[in-house]
């Protein structure tokens, strides 16, 4: 086998006795493989048994995947309310937040621990700070660890681990700020050559630490480079199909380099295990961006709502003019701790008077609150929740725009009283794809046609994204089948359950290390 990194010379296969190996893609779908770019992974997805799915956008899908229970039971949301009879909103999570994290509701790999079985994990979102495990860990960035290139002992288990991975060459993260505003990779080719790089370290060295801390479980997930480039292909895409003259070829040519180079990456990782079984996974799909719903707009039209005189204007220019800004100076603006309390905050309606209302403070929350006196501060009884969601529903699903636009929504029910289940959405909407969550317009739907300029990298300073998550994960099992009583569940946890079904409990096995996560 070629050598992919000097520093961790491959195993021979031999050397490899993994049981089962998870591959995780952030925001791709079976269609992404279907450009004719990739024909290795297109091959397997083929040859694969594919579960179709359906995920709501509120509750985190790597969350699902690794906890095996929805945010309804753990608390994570995409974004969503501090609580507190407040308003404030964030969209930060990780895995420490989680309510009885490692008694009631245990990561995969410590399951598998506890049932006699070495584990390997490697760039899971939200992981941070890396737990003990027997095998190794290293953690994804962001979801309070750091975005940087080196890896930090924080990161990282077993000790020292950071040290063998940064003399290796392993990338943590990369993100446009990064790329873009830190190394100014505007150039398509020098800007997918970064991520390329990442990937190709990346796969090199967890096969290398497979081998060497004989792991029987791995999970291996591809975070930024997949989303990044989603994220700015689809609209040039689109826009190649409609002939239109703005689409950017060059990006449009980089990109396709850089998949053809990611499928040759994963044939060699895959064909290092050829007795393994291999599941290929995402969080999500994406989306062109086409309408915009606002369901405040819904709500006031209701009667549920009603705007703030005073606040109104100053938090619509607010929103606008905080979406125009250079990622660079948004991103100190949100170090700032008063100037972030101040905008999380901040709502155009008046909170003695509205009893529902929806807060997209950053990926968009497909769901209404109702505001209760318990829980925000508001004017409506906790004991009246149930009937006014209900309430909320059938005028959702009635309206003229909702079936004109495929629109859907249900009231949550009752899903227990607990923060996790407190900070979920009373009422859920179900969007179609190209369909996202905004309060910067008036109307209750908005059609938001892609920009008639052409694309290029440096304008990814104003922040000019025009796609959005969207419902159908990829969800491949390359040998075998998933898990028959698995597939009666639509979203995300299905992955969790065949995992576990996989590796029973060993009787006659010592663990060298705690299993047990940090809590």
């Known amino acids: 086998m070629k050598r992919l990194c000097k520093e961790f010379p491959p195993p021979k296969s031999s050397e490899v006795p993994m049981k089962l190996l998870t591959i995780g893609m952030d925001g791709v779908h079976a269609d992404t493989f279907n450009r004719g770019w990739t024909p290795f992974i297109k091959s397997l997805i083929d040859r694969g048994h594919g579960l179709k799915l359906h995920e709501d956008l509120i509750s985190r899908g790597w969350s699902e995947i690794i906890l095996g229970k929805h945010a309804y039971d753990t608390g994570a949301l995409y974004e969503g309310p ?12 990780k895995l420490e937040d989680v309510p009885a994290l490692g008694v009631d509701i245990k990561p995969i790999w410590q399951v598998l621990n506890e049932r006699g079985y070495r584990v390997g994990i490697m760039n899971i979102p939200t992981t941070f700070p890396a737990p003990k495990v027997d095998g190794f860990f290293v953690s994804g960035g962001g979801g309070g660890g750091p975005i940087s290139k080196e890896a930090s002992p924080y990161q990282c288990h077993p000790t020292g681990l950071e040290t063998e991975l940064n003399d290796g060459g392993y990338v943590v993260d990369e993100r446009n700020e990064t790329l873009l505003r830190q190394a100014g990779l505007y150039d398509p080719k020098k800007f997918f050559a970064a991520l390329d790089k990442m990937n190709a370290r990346r796969g090199a060295i967890f096969v290398q630490l497979a081998a060497k801390h004989q792991i029987d479980f791995g999970f291996l997930v591809f975070k930024s480079s997949p989303v990044i480039t989603e994220s700015y292909l689809l609209p040039e895409l689109e826009k190649k199909s409609r002939n239109d003259p703005t689409a950017n070829y060059e990006f449009i040519s980089a990109a396709e380099d850089f998949y053809r180079a990611f499928d040759a990456h994963m044939r060699i990782l895959i064909e290092t295990y050829p007795n393994t079984e291999v599941l290929l996974v995402s969080d999500h799909s994406m989306a062109v961006r086409k309408f915009a719903v606002n369901s405040n707009a819904f709500l006031i039209e209701a009667g549920l709502q009603t705007k703030s005189r005073s606040k109104s204007g100053v938090f619509k220019a607010v929103k606008s003019f905080k979406h125009l800004l250079p990622e660079g100076f948004k991103a100190r603006l949100n170090k700032n701790p008063s100037i972030k309390s101040s905008y999380q905050s901040m709502v155009g309606f008046n909170q003695a008077q509205t009893r529902a209302f929806s807060i997209a403070y950053s990926n968009g929350t497909h769901g209404i609150y109702v505001n209760d006196s318990a829980r925000f501060g508001g004017p409506v009884a906790p004991d009246d929740i149930s009937i006014l969601s209900e309430k909320i529903v059938q005028l959702f699903n009635e309206h003229s725009l909702s079936k004109l636009h495929g629109m859907q929504s249900r009231a949550k029910g009752n899903t227990g009283t607990g923060l996790a289940a407190q900070k979920f959405p009373d009422v859920v909407l179900t969007l179609p794809d190209s369909y996202h969550t905004s309060s910067l317009f008036v109307d209750f739907v908005t059609e938001t046609p892609l920009s008639d300029r052409r ?12 796609v959005g998550k969207a419902h159908t994960p990829l969800a491949i099992c390359i040998s075998g089948k998933w898990n028959c009583k698995s597939t009666a569940t639509s979203n995300l946890t299905v992955v969790y359950d065949h995992i576990q079904q996989r590796f029973p409990a060993l ?13």
């Not at 501090?82 to 999570?93: G, I, N, Q």
């Not at 009787?507 to 809590?519: I, M």
């Open 455 to 466: 694309f290029d990298l440096y304008e990814t300073k104003k922040d000019i994204r025009s």
């Open 507 to 519: 009787k006659n096995r010592q663990l060298k290390s705690s299993g047990t996560p940090k809590t």
């Open 82 to 93: 501090l609580m507190a009879s407040s308003l404030k909103w964030s969209d930060k999570f």
